[in-house]
T-cell receptor, first 113, second 110 residues
């Protein structure tokens, strides 16, 4: 069974640009969550999508947005990139929303210069 | 502010010993608890989930949950050098928004 697939694995962007990251969940999983991981802040929850609807949102500015498609694949967008957005962005999929286990993809390493 | 606290370590144990990793959380209505292992430069890997008070065993791993004390732990028996990693504790409360601890670095030396 294939795991969670994130693309691209690495990305370098310039301040002010925008970026779109993609996540394909485990087959049959309907919930996709996004996280930001930095050495300073640790692993922080961005948002969760389930059945194409945002179910939960973390404490991040509106520059961070996402969406989910009917096949459960999800994209995350960051607009007007700042240096502080440099981080490992992780996607996790779960069978359903709620108190369920989440399985992480390999992540996208974003560097903003 | 919901918090999940872990000792950053490093926790150093000899090969074959029991490693004990601890986590406390502040949200009394927390419902589900997870332990992840993260190797340097890699993504977190789910090791265990626990939902009710008591112990849950899976191979060399045992998760222990005490909701009254707001405490969850992970025991690793017969520790191996390959267990050297950062262990993240994650907690989901009533809103199901997960909160992660900063992780405990474990070093298992031969």
């Amino acid at each position: 069974k294939a795991g969670v697939t994130q693309t691209p694995r690495y990305l370098i962007k310039t301040r002010g640009q925008q970026v779109t990251l993609s996540c394909s969940p485990i087959s049959g999983h309907r919930s996709v969550s996004w996280y930001q991981q930095t050495p300073g802040q640790g692993l922080q929850f961005l948002f969760e999508y389930f059945s194409e609807t945002q179910r939960n949102k973390g404490n991040f500015p509106g520059r961070f947005s996402g969406r989910q498609f009917s096949n459960s694949r999800s994209e995350m967008n960051v607009s007007t990139l700042e240096l502080g957005d440099s981080a490992l962005y992780l996607c996790a999929s779960s069978l359903n929303t709620g108190p369920t286990e989440a399985f992480f993809g390999q992540g996208t390493r974003l560097t903003v210069v | 502010q919901k918090e999940v606290e872990q000792n950053s370590g490093p926790l150093s144990v000899p090969e074959g010993a029991i490693a004990s990793l601890n986590c406390t959380y502040s949200d009394r209505v927390s419902q589900s608890f997870f332990w992840y292992r993260q190797y340097s430069g890699k993504s977190p890997e789910l090791i265990m989930s626990i939902y009710s008070n008591g112990d849950k065993e899976d191979g060399r791993f045992t998760a222990q949950l005490n909701k009254a004390s707001q405490y969850v732990s992970l025991l690793i028996r017969d520790s191996q050098p390959s267990d050297s990693a950062t262990y993240l504790c994650a907690v989901k409360g009533g809103s199901y928004i997960p909160t992660f601890g900063r992780g405990t670095s474990l070093i298992v030396h031969p």
